[in-house]
């Protein structure tokens, strides 16, 4: 019984280890090619596709998107260990069609790799391509396919999105730094949170409008740049918010991870500036009858970074209170500035709208029908309040 028993865990414990192995089914990296990124345009034939057409390479569509599919390139793990590096890391592939789908299967035929959905990252989309295809249309195949991951990033560029793939920093790929640029929220107030395939399922169901970050490119350099609206009803581009009004809606919506907000003093004609320790928001729906309105309340602690004046003593409290007031009346203002923004482009993307839900859910369901017009005839006021704890480890400039 005993030899019984022994035999049992040998072979158990032979069978766990098996599993354990590795995947039965694994391929070396270098066989395989990896999707890092894609950025979706109006479609415009490259000379290169114009020749591949002409040969006979073409096939039935209506060439609606410019598809710019971004690849890494795997180490070759046959090369000497003493080679130099690659310096570039990465390569593109364009395609246009009106499939995605269609698209990723066409590129099978230019490469010796399938292409591989596992690692992408970040999916670009221009606003001009938004502005003839909806949303939900260009992201179909991706909430649809299961080798796309929910976390894959969105952005929106009003330039053409493929330039945004396009060498940025030697020996990095741009796929990866859009994904990681994001990290910075902390060290700048203008940014808007990270936007990714599963947080915009819910805002296209309810068709509500919501925010795409907007990458911009120049001369080979990318900077996130306010951001993209994306209508409820339509779920195409519904116009920009420029940075300031992305700061603004980040102090409405209590978002600020960090960063600074500057100010020239009305005294003294210098800059300067408040770096953001911690910032909160709260938003009170207000209903009287038949009408609405809503009330903002924002409240921030923060430090005294740079302050021009030598001749001031910042361990003043008479002072700080002085500073506190401009500080808390930029922050109002940048947030008039942004609502004035939403009211124009009728579409609130401030949250305004799930405060009315929650608070007041009757009053909500007579109203969420057509409610981006609705809101952009309603009041909001803004009261700020701010405190300088720190201003630094001295009181004077240096000589």
């Not at 945004?164 to 107030?189: C, V, Y």
């Not at 004609?269 to 038949?290: F, H, L, P, T």
């Not at 939403?342 to 839900?357: I, P, Q, S, T, Y």
């Not at 803004?382 to 004077?396: A, L, V």
């Amino acid at each position: 019984m005993k030899k019984v028993r022994l035999g049992l865990l040998g072979m158990a414990a032979l069978l766990i280890c098996s599993t354990l192995s590795g995947c039965w089914s694994s391929s070396p990296v270098e066989d395989l090619n990896l999707e890092t990124g894609i950025a979706m345009d109006v479609a415009e034939q490259s000379s290169q596709e114009e020749q591949i057409n002409r040969k006979g390479g073409d096939y039935p569509k209506k060439e609606l998107i410019k598809g710019t599919f971004q690849f890494v390139v795997p180490e070759d793990s046959h090369s000497s260990g003493n080679s130099p590096s690659q310096t570039k890391k990465f390569y593109n592939i364009t395609e246009t069609g009106d499939s995605v789908f269609e698209m990723l299967r066409e590129i099978s035929l230019r490469t010796n790799r399938p292409p591989i959905g596992f690692h992408l990252k970040t999916v670009i989309i221009s606003s001009s391509l938004l502005r003839k295809v909806p949303l939900y249309e260009l992201l179909d195949f991706f909430l649809g396919d299961n080798d796309i991951r929910p976390s894959v990033q969105l952005l929106i560029s009003t330039d053409k999105a493929g330039d945004a793939l396009q060498e940025i920093i030697p020996g990095q790929t741009p796929a990866f730094i859009l994904k990681d640029i994001f990290g910075n929220r902390k060290r700048n107030s203008r940014m808007l949170k990270p936007v990714s395939l599963a947080k915009v399922i819910g805002p296209m169901k309810a068709k509500s409008s919501f925010l795409l970050p907007n990458v911009i490119t120049a001369e080979n350099e990318i900077k996130l740049a306010g951001a993209g609206i994306i209508k409820g009803k339509t779920q195409t581009y519904g116009g920009f918010l420029n940075e300031s009004e992305v700061e603004g809606l980040m102090w409405i919506k209590g978002e600020l991870k960090g960063g600074l907000l500057k100010d020239i003093d009305p005294k003294t004609g210098k800059n300067m500036a408040y770096e953001i320790k911690s910032a909160k928001s709260s938003i009170k729906a207000i209903v009287q009858g038949d009408e609405i309105s809503f009330r903002v309340r924002m409240t921030s602690e923060g430090r005294i970074s740079e302050n021009f004046n030598p001749n001031e003593d910042l361990s003043s409290n008479r002072l700080l209170g002085r500073l506190e007031s401009v500080f808390q009346e930029k922050v109002n203002s940048l947030a008039e500035q942004t609502v004035a923004k939403m009211h124009k482009l009728r579409a609130d993307v401030g949250g305004f709208g799930e405060a009315l839900r929650i608070q007041h859910p009757k009053v909500w369901r007579k109203v969420k029908k057509d409610w981006d017009t609705t809101f952009s005839t309603i009041p909001v006021q803004f009261s700020t309040d701010i405190h300088i704890e720190d201003y630094g480890s001295s009181t004077t400039t240096a000589d």
